[in-house]
Each structure stands twice: as structure tokens, then as C-alpha cells.
């Protein structure tokens, strides 16, 4: 029996996912940008990159079966199954405090980057920089296919090394990256049975 | 008058350019990809960044006009004038040792990345990471535009910080790239008078 986890709104979650397992992420009530990293578990100084795959890919959002690459060009994760729209964006930086400033913010605001530096702190994945995330079910500049993920869409991805994946839901609630009128929502996910 | 400096074929150089002042990057036989990066001089831990900057400027190409942006999301150069096609990429990772190893090269092979370390090692510029380039006159995966820049076009950013600007004529020679089948051409850049 699959266990399915919760991020709540504004949240972010690390977790460990041996090579060959699969995670799936579930947009629970749709429109949720969720941002995802990957590194390597034993050495985290390589992560998923966004640059490198689109290069080995030749195209600027992942399909299925697609693989995603590291920063040294290794295979890191294979996008294997999407029931939602597959509109995922490699192209924009996590946000964070500084792009809430631009916004207008003056009071700190809930962001992905410091979203992930915390759920990675404790398992030791150095961060001199963020790398750019897979951001799930986002737009980016491309604004062609349908704009949400559906409830209950999921998106599932196979580690093809031993990986850290993070999750961050993202907090952005100033512009409508996601759905419900800027309000961010839980979402999701579950280790996939063998 | 101004001062024309070659960067030969396959090399790089770093220029200090001070806030205001603008550089142009000249095309010298057409269709060579020229690498770019900056760096702000009073801390080069910041540069300019291509997944910041597409957020600011909600496009995927900079056009005359578009202030790309750092890590921290401040204003580093502006795009002032264009006579090339306007075909820059701000997707691709630099090209580097693992790039060429994917290609089938068993030796070493000169790559932007190498390039780009050469010539900041001098200038104290950290690089825990080679941060995504602008790839000037590079289709990336959008093939709408003319292919190439004809030879002499040039692009002329303004720094709007004081800035270390590192360029490097790509010695990608595997894949068409370049132009002029394969063979990387050297290119040029001044410093604008005033």
C-alpha cells in the first residue's frame, strides 16, 4: 500500500530515493507550482541542472521519457508518467527573498529557495548556489498548452542514481503562478511499490 | 579612437568594465558562438544570471533593451544595440569536458567552462559553479530566426554595475554549432568610447 505524504502550502520536503524507484507528485487540488531538485546522494555536489538537460534534450520542458542530467551530464532522474497537462518550466530561478523584494515585499515572505536550503541542511547537501529547479506544472514563458494541472494530477519521476529529491510547494501568492486566486496550495507524493 | 582586440579561435579574456561604459562583441566572420558572462567586480561571488534574468524579463531572448540581471536579481547589462540577427541563447550550459566526453572525445577538448576559468583565475573571481552563459548568436533549441550573424555584426551591452566581463569564443567543433562547418573563427570586441 503506497503512503502518500502531504507538503503543506508554502512547505518542502527531502527525500532519499534509491536508483530504479519512482516518486510521483500529486497536485492535489491542481494549479500548485511545485519546485523539484535532485542531487546526488553520494555526492551532492551534483545535482539535476536545467541548463545541461536542456542541451542533452533539445527541448525547453521535459516529455515522457525524458532524462533529466546533472551538472557533470549524468543521467539523474527520467520523467516516466505525467497525467497532468505537462507543462513543467527548466528555465526560471527558484523564487526568493530578493524576487519578493522586486515584488514589492518588505516583511520576509515564505520562498523556495529557503525552502529547500532547509530541508537539505540536514543531510548535509552543500549549497553554494540554488541550482535552477524543475518547476512542476508551471508556465514559465511558454504559454501554449492548458494553464493547470487537473486535482489529483501527478507527475513520476525515476531516479536513475541514488538521489535526494526535494520538493518545495511554492509560497508565490503575489502574482498568479499559481492557481486558486494566488492562493498556494498542499500537494503531495508517494514512493512508487517496487 | 576605439581599440579592436581579437580573441583568437577556440580562446577567452576578461575585461573590467566599468559602470556606464559599454562593450561591443563583434562577429568578426560571422556565425562563431561567443560565450559571455559578468561578474560584478566589487563582489564576484554575484553574476550575471540567465534563469533570474528570464524571470525579469519574461523572454526567453533579450532584445534591444532587456537589463539581464544577477543571482541577486540586480541590474548587471543592458542589451543597447544588435546589428546580428539577435539569435542569443540563454538556455545552454557552457560547453565542458563532459560535454565533449558525451560527444565521443577520448582526449581533452579546449570548452567555454575551461575558458571561462582561465581567465577570471587572475581576477580572484570565485566560480564554485560555471554559472549558464549568454550565448551570443546561438539558436539553442528555437529555430526561428536567421541562422547566423553575418560576419562584422556586432552586440553592444552597457554595464550597469562595474562589471568583469568574461568572453569566449566557443571552440565547439563536433556539432554545427559554429558555422563555417565546424571550424571555430576567432572574434573581436571594444570598448565603447564615453
Not at 76 to 105: E, I, K, N, Q, W
Request: charged share 20%; glycine share 6%; net charge negative.
Amino acid at each position: 500500500m503506497r503512503d502518500l505524504i502531504e507538503i503543506q502550502a508554502r512547505c518542502s520536503d527531502a527525500i532519499s530515493l534509491a536508483a530504479g524507484r519512482s516518486i510521483s507528485i500529486v497536485n492535489t487540488h491542481g494549479g500548485q507550482v511545485v519546485d523539484m531538485w535532485a542531487f546526488r546522494a553520494d555526492d551532492p555536489n551534483e545535482h539535476m541542472s536545467m541548463p545541461h538537460s536542456m542541451v542533452a534534450l533539445d527541448r525547453i520542458k521535459p516529455a515522457i521519457g525524458s532524462v533529466l542530467v546533472s551538472n557533470l551530464r549524468n543521467p539523474m532522474l527520467s520523467l516516466v508518467a505525467d497525467t497532468s497537462p505537462g507543462v513543467h518550466c527548466m528555465l526560471f530561478a527558484a523564487c526568493d527573498s530578493a524576487r519578493y523584494r522586486s515584488l514589492g515585499c518588505t516583511e520576509p515572505h515564505a520562498n523556495c529557495a529557503d525552502n529547500l536550503r532547509r530541508v537539505v541542511a540536514a543531510l548535509k547537501v552543500p549549497l553554494p548556489y540554488i541550482p535552477t529547479p524543475l518547476n512542476l506544472d508551471e508556465h514559465g514563458v511558454m504559454r501554449i498548452d492548458p494553464p493547470e494541472a487537473q486535482p489529483g494530477a501527478s507527475v513520476t519521476f525515476r531516479a536513475e542514481h541514488d538521489c535526494i529529491v526535494a520538493l518545495s510547494a511554492c509560497p508565490q501568492d503575489l502574482v498568479p503562478v499559481n492557481g486558486h486566486g494566488c492562493t498556494p496550495k498542499p500537494v503531495a507524493y508517494f514512493i512508487n511499490e517496487s
